[in-house]
């Protein structure tokens, strides 16, 4: 068992940027593939990035590729999501996830066997 707790969300005008982390417990933290994921009101959860176990593949959605920036340190089992330029189409509840070494495509929800709650974020015009 995983648990998984994300921090860091908010209420942030256009062009800004916040910083999201996810604090993980339980099990080895360098054992899993992490991924970011989001869903706005109405809409499916969607993948936002993912980094690989040990940190040395990322992977991002072509929506915020080159604003967003996702890294880990396996040593602090925690996994941050830097958000630079937000825009309103952004705003989201984010989520952290944990899946197996052995869980290929990292962009598919159904590859992450543990979720956190939830972290709030508001992007203002």
């Known amino acids: 068992q995983v648990q998984l707790v994300e921090s860091g969300g908010g209420l942030v005008q256009t062009g800004g940027s916040l910083r999201l982390s996810c604090a993980g417990s339980g099990r080895t933290f360098s054992n899993y593939h992490m991924g970011w994921f989001r869903q706005a009101p109405g809409k499916e959860r969607q993948f936002v990035a993912a980094?690989?176990?040990?940190?040395?593949?990322?992977y991002y959605a072509d929506s915020v590729k080159g604003r967003f920036t996702i890294s880990r340190d396996n040593g602090k089992n925690t996994v941050w999501l830097q958000m630079n330029s937000l825009k309103p189409e952004d705003t989201a509840v984010y989520y952290c996830?944990?899946?197996?070494?052995?869980?290929?495509?990292?962009?598919?929800?159904?590859?992450?066997?543990?979720w956190g709650q939830g972290t709030q974020v508001v992007v203002s015009s």
């Open positions: 980094i690989s176990w040990g940190g040395g593949s990322t």
């Open positions: 996830a944990a899946a197996s070494r052995s869980s290929v495509p990292l962009q598919e929800t159904d590859r992450y066997s543990y």
